[in-house]
Nanobody, 115 residues
Framework: EVQLVESGGGMVQPGGSLLLSCAASGFNFGANVMTWVRQAPGKAREWVATLWPGGATMYTPSVKGRFTLSRDDAKNTVYLQLDSLKPEDTAVYSC?????????WGQGTQVTVSS
């Protein structure tokens, strides 16, 4: 069974940091494109960042320089380091995998940035 399980969300003050994790199972992790998206209340889902199997990354402009993608193939886990958080970063963050056999979403983890 293909599974993606996010963790690491929470509540932080503006300027704080969080490390989100997405643990994958049931598919060839190293051959899949891994993407993080977020959805704030009342807003459309927004693409945040993508990590390709070769290691290339791309970020939406609003998070570039503040968020960092990485992966640990030994643990089948992709990470999203969130730094210099702003109230507008508040959202449910979900990871997605895309491979030759399809696309799967995780359930998401809540990030709240508030003073």
């Amino acid at each position: 069974e293909v599974q993606l399980v996010e963790s690491g969300g929470g509540m932080v003050q503006p300027g704080g940091s969080l490390l989100l994790s997405c643990a994958a199972s049931g598919f060839n992790f190293g051959a899949n494109v891994m993407t993080w998206v977020r959805q704030a209340p009342g807003k459309a889902r927004e693409w945040v960042a993508t990590l390709w199997p070769g290691g290339a990354t791309m970020y939406t402009p609003s998070v570039k320089g503040r968020f960092t993608l990485s992966r640990d193939d030994a643990k089948n886990t992709v990470y999203l380091q969130l730094d210099s958080l702003k109230p507008e970063d508040t959202a449910v963050y979900s990871c997605q995998r895309t491979g030759d056999d399809g696309t799967t979403w995780g359930q998401g983890t809540q990030v709240t940035v508030s003073s």
